[in-house]
């Protein structure tokens, strides 16, 4: 009984990584998508003439943040 007990439990962790894996998937797809609007916007396309040189220096940061954080989730990706 013991044995199937760890076997289940085995199958039960691998299952919640796989799910585990997957949501990172998706969160690093979701995040490429916001960084290449931010990108757009950085490059002109949609910033209002209204955005001052101390928010799109904000934006900048924030968009290197996403990038930094992108490479994260993608070295853990490769490591799955």
Do not use: W
Not at 8 to 33: S, T, Y
Not at 52 to 65: A, L, V
Request: hydrophobic share 35%; aromatic share 6%.
């Amino acid at each position: 009984m013991k044995r199937n007990s760890h076997a289940k439990m085995r199958i039960g962790i691998k299952k919640m990584l796989e799910e585990h894996q997957k949501e990172v998937v998706f969160e690093k797809a979701q995040l490429d998508e916001r960084i290449r609007r931010m990108e757009a916007l950085l490059n002109g396309e949609g910033v209002r003439p209204s955005v001052t040189e101390c928010e799109k220096t904000r934006m900048y940061n924030q968009y290197r943040i996403m990038v930094k954080y992108s490479n994260i989730l993608n070295e853990r990706i490769i490591h799955f």
